[in-house]
């Protein structure tokens, strides 16, 4: 089992920035591709970026050149950083950990998710 933990949700100005984290516990961390999600009410689950093991990423293009996904292996937790956001990024955010390394883009292949951070954008 790995338990994951965000934090770091809020309100913001839109063109300000947030920081979320996802602490994460239970069996080895290294092992785990890591994504975040984020969802908003009657809209799908969407990836918002990806951090392999190996530290390779995907970002989806909304977001892309904007936020940063990183992970300290040490630490056992993968941040997301989100600069210049809008709106549109207005949603509730999830951490979730899958053993599969390859990319996947749908919530069913993957294996924990945290309880979700809630991040607001006043515009």
């Known amino acids: 089992q790995v338990q994951l933990v965000e934090s770091g949700g809020g309100l913001v100005q839109a063109g300000g920035s947030l920081r979320l984290s996802c602490a994460a516990s239970?069996?080895?961390?290294?092992?785990?591709?890591m994504s975040w999600f984020r969802q908003t009410p009657g809209k799908e689950r969407e990836i918002v970026a990806d951090?392999?093991?190996?530290?390779?990423?995907y970002y989806a293009d909304s977001v892309k050149g904007r936020f940063t996904i990183t992970r300290d292996n040490a630490k056992n937790t993968v941040y997301l950083q989100m600069n210049r956001l809008k709106a549109e990024d207005t949603a509730v955010y999830y951490c979730?950990?899958?053993?599969?390394?390859?990319?996947?883009?749908?919530?069913?292949?993957?294996?924990?998710w945290g309880q979700g951070t809630q991040v607001t954008v006043s515009s």
């Open positions: 951090i392999h093991w190996n530290g390779n990423t």
């Open positions: 979730a950990a899958r053993a599969v390394l390859r990319l996947r883009f749908l919530p069913q292949d993957y294996d924990y």
């Open positions: 239970g069996r080895p961390f290294s092992s785990y591709a």
